[in-house]
């Protein structure tokens, strides 16, 4: 399995990047999937999650209102659009997926998700 992220970059605060997650090896159609981020020096956090049909979103308090997390299972793709992005938003995103079922679900804990990809750097400067 393989999880390939692209869509990172350098952007002024006030602009926007999509991330896109690529999966491939197995399909997620039927899986959660999410986007964590690490800061340098920072543990990695929770920013975004999107249940299996996409009918539920999740968002980490501080990207709330300005990321949208979204899915195209027929891809088995995840994105991620960034809007409004500050310096602090400055980090390595990481998609991740669930694989497998019968535990529950949170959402925002690192331990859920069996999957991961690479990572891909964003940098907002001021």
């Known amino acids: 399995v393989q999880m390939v992220e692209s869509g990172g970059g350098l952007v002024q605060a006030g602009g926007s990047l999509r991330l896109s997650c690529v999966a491939s090896?197995?399909?997620?159609?039927?899986?959660?999937m999410g986007w964590f981020r690490q800061a340098p020096g920072k543990e990695r956090e929770f920013v975004a999650a999107?249940?299996?049909?996409?009918?539920?979103?999740y968002y980490a308090d501080s990207v709330k209102g300005r990321f949208t997390i979204s899915r195209d299972n027929a891809k088995n793709t995840v994105y991620l659009q960034m809007n409004s992005l500050k310096p602090e938003d400055t980090a390595v995103y990481y998609c991740a997926a669930v694989g497998s079922r019968g535990r529950p679900y949170y959402h925002n804990r690192e331990y859920e998700y069996d999957y991961w990809g690479q990572g891909t750097q964003v940098t907002v400067s001021s």
């Open positions: 999107i249940t299996w049909s996409g009918s539920s979103t």
């Open positions: 090896g197995r399909t997620f159609s039927s899986y959660p």
